[in-house]
């Protein structure tokens, strides 16, 4: 009688969906740093070091900067505490060139990313 | 004896199945690429399938919020269809003056459009003070004619005998309702559950027209506010559309087998 009460598939359908989605609201709770991370190299794959790195929201009409960052000697740079889910990065060095503006999706507002491919600065022409 | 195999069969029924199921597959490819419906040629299979058009629905507009909204009023035309649709139901299934009128007025006011009585409905509403609630959103389809005939037909397959019992045991009728008839209905009540969720989880005139808020709109709604907000509809538009379909999708799968009987229940009663 109880089996029949707890294992049907109403309570399996609904008890899976409910499992998903607290699981993963933990793994939003445990992952939404805004923590935004890569790198930037020149086209032989050298880092640029003090290349400015800016990230930007695309509303409806124009592409808004949110915020930017220097990257170290190493051309690493890291973003904190945003909170946006589509997003875009561009790099430039005043001196050297910039990289094409890279469109950003993540799953879920401020989602910790760390790029796997490095923003590509292209000499001024 | 001759038995005819069953594969030609059941192949001309797969080779239809899938071909009613192409526009749904459709709308699931379109949400996983966003590729344009026009694009040449077209594929079967979804090229680089990703979900961030769901994400995009769920942040461009609160979709959380039209989501609670949809199933609040929902929940209360399910339960309202199931207790007032049973209590009709069992009223027709009685002998009194006046019956087949009753039953040929039903029958009539099921070709009347919603669309023509709005006007009243909406000044119903407004004198009740239920304009911009959720009672308000789930007035007009608390009790459908449709349902209340599924139920009178199952009440009809109840035997006799057992509500005569029922009466010698001292029941009251609206015990007999809810104690004896709808226990013995439960494919009625799928009928009714899965009817009365579809109905009012797609309904759109009506909401559009009582609700000013914006924080009370259904999904339907959403849907309409979310084509004005987004630039680039295709994949979006498409994943917001399985978004509103996956729960009266999945109500319909858990109870389709109650709800197939409830529909030919009293289908052979000669």
């Known amino acids: 009688m109880l089996r029949s009460v707890f294992i049907n598939r109403y309570t399996i359908t609904f008890g899976i969906t409910i499992t998903i989605a607290l699981l993963w609201n933990l793994f939003v709770i445990f992952n939404d740093s805004g923590i935004l991370s890569g790198r930037v190299v020149d086209q032989n794959n050298q880092p640029i070091g003090n290349a400015q790195v800016v990230l930007s929201e695309k509303t409806l009409l124009v592409t808004a900067p949110q915020d930017q960052v220097i990257t170290d000697a190493e051309g690493y740079f890291r973003f904190e505490g945003h909170r946006l889910y589509h997003l875009y990065l561009e790099a430039s060095k005043d001196d050297w060139g910039s990289s094409s503006s890279q469109e950003i999706r993540l799953y879920f ?17 | 004896m001759n038995r005819s195999p069953h594969w030609p069969f059941h192949l001309t029924l797969s ?50 919020r039209y989501l609670i ?42 070709m009347i459009p919603f669309q ?33 005939f ?30 004896v008839m709808v226990p013995l209905s439960q494919s009625a009540i799928a009928t009714n559950i899965i ?3 579809i109905w009012s989880w797609n309904n759109f005139l009506w909401p559009l027209i009582i609700i000013r808020d914006q924080h009370m709109q259904t999904l339907p709604l959403g849907l309409s506010r ?12 498409y994943a917001f559309c399985i978004m509103v379909l996956l729960p009266g999708l999945v109500i319909f799968l858990l109870a389709q087998r109650q709800f197939i009987a409830g529909l030919t229940t009293g289908a052979a009663k000669g």
């Open chain 2, 69 to 110: 909204n949809s199933f609040l009023v929902s929940i209360i035309v399910v339960t309202a269809n199931i207790i007032f649709n049973a209590m009709a139901g069992y009223a027709l299934t009685r002998e009194f003056i006046g019956k087949r009128a009753i039953i040929m007025l039903f029958l009539s006011c099921m």
């Open chain 2, 150 to 179: 599924v139920f009178k037909a199952s009440f009809d397959a109840v035997p006799k005998s057992l509500i005569d019992a029922a009466r010698i045991d001292g029941l009251p009728d609206w015990k007999i309702i809810f104690k």
């Open chain 2, 15 to 64: 080779a239809i199945c899938a071909l009613m199921l192409v526009p749904f597959i459709w709308v699931l490819k379109t949400s996983l690429t966003g590729e344009n419906i026009f694009t040449y040629p077209p594929s079967v299979l979804p090229q680089d399938p990703h979900l961030f058009y769901y994400v995009d629905v769920w942040y461009t507009i609160p979709f959380f």
């Open chain 2, 195 to 197: 009817l009365a969720f």
């Open chain 1, 109 to 125: 507002k401020g989602q910790n990313k760390t790029l796997k491919e490095p923003l590509v600065l292209e000499p001024n022409s």
């Open chain 2, 226 to 237: 979310f084509l004005t907000v987004v630039e680039d509809t295709t994949g979006a538009l």
């Open chain 2, 116 to 148: 023509v009585t709005i006007i009243p409905a909406y000044l119903i509403t407004k004198e009740l003070g239920l304009l911009n609630t959720y009672l308000g959103m789930a007035l007009p389809i608390m009790s459908t004619i449709v349902c209340i």
